[in-house]
């Protein structure tokens, strides 16, 4: 259930309504690219004037959270945190890498039959029993992503036993001598369903980043097959290619 937004009280200087706007900013409140309520509504928000808004803007554009567009007013920045795909790194090795912290929480669990993609990715029989899951993953306490796995078969009993908590997969199934080492990915922008909404705390069709992969062992077996959505203004994905790399783009 989402939360009302307590009405602030009034402010004393512009330097406290500037902490206030920071709180709301990094709490997700005010997602990157989102353009903030008018310099008027906000002065009536917080019952203060026009030209204490305007200082506390100042403020926050000298942070580099903000900044003003014409027409718009202003808007929230983008600041990312980019992942490179010159190797296998899962979430939270990722974020460890940068000496940040990974969470997450399994929503929910099921076996079900395998649909036909599904089946041909992780290279089981269309209808054989597979498990999946649904995690909201969050960094530094923040929730930044959905994750939805389907697990192969020969998998599914280990990456069932972990705890809804856990925090790396990769990790815990290597500590089972199973280790990912390679992984494909597919990145495009999508709009959030209705559940991405509840569970990310954003607006129903908020423009996501979908992130769709696939993982497998050094001999090549299929570990995996995920979607991952992240909230818009949460990450970037930098992509080296050398010579013998060629980008391949086409309609879908």
Partial sequence: ??????VP????????????????????????????????????????????????MAKLARLSLVHSRP???????????????DRMLSFAQWAEAGGRAAGGMISSRERRAAGVAEAQGLGVRPGERILSFT??????GLVVMVERSAWAP????????????????????????????????????????????????????????QVTRSTATRDGRVVELGVDRYRAGTIAFDVNAGESTRALTRPV
């Fill in 1 to 6: 259930m989402v939360q009302q937004q307590q």
């Fill in 9 to 56: 009280g009034p402010v004393a200087r512009s330097q406290d309504l500037a902490v206030d706007l920071r709180r709301r900013i990094h709490s997700g409140e005010f997602v990157a690219g989102m353009r903030l309520p008018s310099e008027a509504a906000l002065a009536e928000e917080y019952r203060v004037t026009r030209s204490l808004v305007r200082g506390a």
């Fill in 71 to 85: 027409r718009d007013g202003w808007v929230v920045h983008a600041r990312h945190h980019a992942q490179e795909f």
């Fill in 135 to 140: 995690r909201v993953r969050t960094l530094d």
């Fill in 154 to 209: 020969w998998v599914a009993d280990v990456v069932d036993g972990m705890p809804d908590d856990v925090a790396s997969t990769t990790a815990a199934l290597a500590a089972e001598g199973i280790t990912v080492t390679s992984g494909r990915h597919r990145i495009e922008a999508v709009a959030a369903s209705t559940q991405d909404a509840g569970l990310l705390g954003v607006r129903r069709s908020s423009p996501l980043l």
